[in-house]
Every structure is written in structure tokens, then in C-alpha cells.
């Protein structure tokens, strides 16, 4: 249950950041390079956090599969 709760958390930010992308115009500008970068950094930052998020909220019981 606690892992559905992080997923749903990480899916709001995700979702946050793609929009946010849309916004400024991301989907029209990807071929310039400048921009390219810009994304790129943007989406690495958003997958960082989204592991930050998942084991700040799961900790360790993910790992707890035997006992």
C-alpha cells in the first residue's frame, strides 16, 4: 500500500512537470539545442526527484520481501 502512495505522489509531480513543460512551449522547441538541453536537465531533475520521493516515502520496506 505504501508504494501505491509513492507512486501516486510521484505521478503528481511528473505529471506537474510535463505540463509545466507543455506550457512554455517545450513540444515546439525540442530541436533547438539550447532548449534541448533545457529539457534534457528538466526531465533528469524530475526522474531524480521521483527516486528521492519514492524512497523518502517507501524507506526501507520495499526491501522487506523475506523475513
Not at 19 to 40: F, K, Q, T
Amino acid at each position: 500500500m505504501i508504494s501505491l502512495k509513492a507512486f501516486l505522489v510521484m505521478g503528481v509531480w511528473t505529471i506537474a512537470v510535463l505540463v509545466g513543460l507543455y506550457l512554455i512551449g517545450a513540444h515546439l522547441n525540442y530541436r533547438d539545442p539550447i532548449w534541448a538541453i533545457g529539457i534534457a536537465a528538466a526531465l533528469l531533475i524530475t526522474h531524480m526527484v521521483n527516486m528521492s520521493l519514492y524512497f523518502r516515502i517507501t524507506g526501507n520496506k520495499p526491501y522487506l520481501w523475506f523475513k
